[in-house]
């Protein structure tokens, strides 16, 4: 059965999780065909990459693992002598070089929370911290953690990768999946329009009993669930709770979950507080306006 240890060899998984996971980029030089075997190849039929039978159960194990939400795609490029815009996301990458050759460069992270797929062109200036820069083969592996500005370029002609995705269980996540499971009918009552006073006030109760009630284990039990859509007018409270975990943006909130232990009741409590303070009705109604704005321009 295919394992993360297997993808990353020779590190070991303890090592990867303890210095590189969520933290730190590195590659592996590793002159090798036969490490890609399985995982994915070029069908000449369709002319398109094609994942291997490999993939499927080493991508389970990788989630197993990690604690994370993983995915995976192809590329087949040619040659470039320009590389794309460096670009960050929400996921940390293992990039497989299953045929051909790539130059690649990581840079410093510059934002403490990157939005998903962004391109980061101030990256790429002069003074700014090159954390990796290499040149790869077939059989080599990049890890790249999420934040970490990055570029690409295939450096041969008809050069296959493989890019497996890994995104962890963060406590946004969490913040947010306790929201969702808190069962509260006035959740479901109208926001008045303009805000009144007396409204403000029960949006702030609702902020307190949440902090009561919430715990780290029936967090954690929600966690997976099917997001809910951007909601639509008329909006109720827990739309705009939803609106208000959304803007959160606390560097408490970013760090990976792993499996919940007693002590961690403490960073959730230290994390609600923090999110009790950014929360505001207001502003939670501004951004269910914007998220209506971009639908009707789409």
């Given at each position: 059965?295919?394992?993360?240890?297997?993808?990353?060899?020779?590190?070991?998984?303890?090592?990867?999780?303890?210095?590189?996971?969520?933290?730190?980029?590195?590659?592996?030089?590793?002159?090798?065909?036969?490490?890609?075997?399985?995982?994915?190849?070029?069908?000449?039929?369709?002319?398109?990459?094609?994942?291997?039978?490999?993939?499927?159960?080493?991508?389970?194990?990788?989630?197993?693992?990690?604690q994370?939400?993983?995915?995976?795609?192809?590329?087949?490029?040619?040659?470039?002598?320009?590389?794309?815009?460096?670009?960050?996301?929400?996921?940390?990458?293992?990039?497989?070089?299953?045929?051909?050759?790539?130059?690649?460069?990581?840079?410093?992270?510059?934002?403490?929370?990157?939005?998903?797929?962004?391109?980061?062109?101030?990256?790429?200036?002069?003074?700014?911290?090159?954390?990796?820069?290499?040149?790869?083969?077939?059989?080599?592996?990049?890890?790249?953690?999420?934040?970490?500005?990055?570029?690409?370029?295939?450096?041969?002609?008809?050069?296959?990768?493989?890019?497996?995705?890994a995104?962890?269980?963060?406590?946004?996540?969490?913040?947010?999946?306790?929201?969702?499971?808190?069962?509260?009918p006035?959740?479901?009552?109208?926001v008045?329009?303009?805000?009144?006073?007396?409204?403000?006030?029960?949006?702030?109760?609702?902020?307190?009993?949440?902090?009561?009630?919430?715990?780290?284990?029936?967090?954690?039990?929600?966690?997976?669930?099917?997001?809910?859509?951007?909601?639509?007018?008329?909006?109720?409270?827990?739309?705009v709770?939803?609106?208000?975990?959304?803007s959160f943006?606390?560097?408490?909130?970013?760090?990976?979950?792993?499996?919940p232990?007693?002590?961690?009741?403490?960073?959730?409590?230290?994390?609600?507080d923090?999110?009790?303070?950014?929360?505001?009705?207001?502003?939670?109604?501004?951004?269910?306006?914007?998220?209506a704005?971009?639908?009707?321009?789409?």
């Amino acid at each position: 059965m295919p394992s993360l240890a297997d993808l990353i060899a020779p590190l070991d998984a303890d090592t990867f999780e303890a210095r590189f996971w969520d933290q730190e980029p590195f590659c592996l030089e590793r002159p090798a065909p036969g490490r890609t075997q399985g995982l994915m190849h070029f069908d000449s039929a369709s002319g398109k990459p094609a994942f291997g039978p490999a993939l499927q159960p080493l991508m389970r194990a990788i989630a197993g693992t990690l604690q994370a939400e993983v995915g995976a795609q192809g590329a087949l490029a040619d040659a470039s002598e320009d590389a794309a815009l460096p670009r960050y996301a929400q996921h940390s990458s293992f990039l497989v070089v299953v045929g051909g050759r790539i130059e690649a460069r990581v840079w410093a992270p510059m934002l403490h929370w990157p939005l998903p797929s962004e391109p980061c062109p101030e990256a790429g200036v002069p003074g700014v911290m090159i954390a990796l820069e290499a040149t790869l083969g077939t059989g080599s592996l990049l890890y790249i953690p999420r934040g970490f500005p990055h570029t690409v370029r295939p450096l041969q002609d008809r050069t296959l990768m493989l890019m497996i995705y890994a995104a962890p269980r963060t406590w946004w996540a969490l913040l947010g999946a306790a929201l969702d499971a808190w069962a509260d009918p006035r959740l479901e009552e109208p926001v008045p329009q303009p805000l009144t006073e007396d409204a403000e006030d029960h949006f702030e109760d609702l902020l307190d009993d949440f902090a009561e009630q919430v715990r780290v284990d029936t967090a954690a039990a929600a966690m997976g669930r099917e997001p809910a859509p951007r909601p639509q007018p008329p909006y109720t409270w827990r739309h705009v709770l939803r609106a208000c975990w959304a803007s959160f943006r606390d560097p408490l909130a970013r760090p990976a979950l792993r499996a919940p232990q007693a002590e961690d009741a403490l960073h959730l409590e230290e994390l609600v507080d923090r999110f009790l303070e950014h929360a505001d009705a207001e502003e939670g109604l501004e951004t269910l306006s914007s998220w209506a704005s971009q639908r009707s321009e789409e």
